[in-house]
C-alpha cells in the first residue's frame, strides 16, 4: 500500500503472482511465461517475487484476449504492444508541445533570451535585461561582388 496509507491505484504493484493469475483467469505458469517474454513485466519485490498491479492484470486479459480470440502469436503481441506503447508516448509528447505553444501564444511566457544587434552589426543573443556588450567585433566577412 502506499505510503501514508493511501489507496493503490491503478499502477500499484499489490497482487502476488497467484492473484493475479487467478484474477487475469490463467494459470502462475502463463504469468511467468509472459514475463520472461517481456509481455507483462511486473514489479519485483527486494526477495525476487512478482508484484503485479491492477494495470498489469488488464494487460494480461488482453494478452490472452489477442492471442486466443485473434491467433496473434505471441512476437507478434509483443509488437502491438510495443507500438501502443510507442503511441502513448508519443501523444503525451504532443499534449507537452501543446501545452508549451498555448503558453507562448497566451503572452504569459517570458523569453529567457533575446537578440540583439551591437553598434558594429554583430547579432548575439542576451539574457533579458542584459545591456549590449561593449567589445570589439571579430566577424569575419566575406563580400561576394558581383
Known sequence: MP????????????FV????????????QTL?????????????TRGGGRRYSAR????????????????????GIARILELENQVDALHARVAELVAEVD????????PSRVFSVSRTGDVYAARLGERPRHTRSQALVRWAGP
Open 56 to 75: 498489469d492484470v488488464s494487460l494480461l486479459r488482453e494478452v490472452q484476449r489477442l492471442s486466443q480470440e485473434e491467433g496473434i502469436s505471441l512476437p
Open 3 to 14: 505510503a501514508g496509507g493511501a489507496t493503490p491505484d491503478e499502477t500499484t504493484p499489490v
Open 17 to 28: 503472482i497467484s492473484v493475479a493469475a487467478e484474477l487475469a483467469g490463467m494459470h502462475a
Open 103 to 110: 503558453r507562448l501564444a497566451s503572452g504569459t511566457a517570458r
Open 32 to 44: 511467468r511465461q509472459y514475463d520472461r517474454l517481456g509481455l507483462v513485466t511486473p514489479s519485483r
